[in-house]
């Protein structure tokens, strides 16, 4: 089975300090600007305390018809952020999304550095790579059975 590491976007990732006074715009201009759907909120230690999706944007900004530039990125982001380790494998992210009804995980190093972003997307790409090399391999066999016959 693979770790995270292996099948996680290698894009970039797009912090935004808690603290910092940035609002639902600055978020959203975040994500157009990087071509990005998520923005991951830190602490001042660097630490992963919320995400922000365009989910979160949808719903609690352009829905309720209030200007995005008063509101808070706090008041707007999926806290806590789940996290997931590096080495852990791509069954247990999966497991941890299903249980936690969420399209992505951060992902740590072992030194609790962010290490990038795990989505459904990136293990739905995972899975099809095994189950096409999986139908290669029974193929191959088919043959070799066929021609032992």
Same mark, same amino acid.
């Given at each position: 089975?693979?770790? *995270? ?5 290698? !894009? ?18 975040? +994500? ?6 998520? *923005? ?7 630490? /992963? ?11 609690? *900004?352009?829905?309720?018809?209030? /200007? ?11 806290? /806590? ?15 941890? +999304? ?25 293990? *739905? ?16 066999? !088919? ?7």
């Amino acid at each position: 089975m693979s770790a *995270v590491s292996e099948i996680m976007s290698d !894009r970039k990732v797009v912090t935004i300090g808690a603290d910092s006074g940035m609002t639902a715009r600055h978020a959203a201009e975040l +994500m157009v600007k990087n071509r990005i759907s998520s *923005v991951i909120v830190i602490d001042d230690k660097g630490q /992963p305390v919320g995400v922000i999706t365009e989910h979160d944007l949808l719903k609690k *900004v352009s829905t309720k018809d209030i /200007p995005a530039s008063r509101v808070g990125i706090e008041e707007i982001m999926s806290s /806590p952020a789940i996290t997931i380790m590096a080495y852990d494998s791509v069954d247990t992210a999966a497991r941890v +999304m299903t249980k936690s009804k969420i399209k992505r995980l951060v992902v740590l190093e072992a030194d609790n550095r962010i290490a990038g972003i795990v989505s459904v997307t990136d293990i *739905v790409r995972n899975l099809a790579k095994v189950l096409t090399d999986d139908y290669k391999r029974y193929r191959s066999l !088919r043959f070799a059975i066929e021609l032992a016959e």
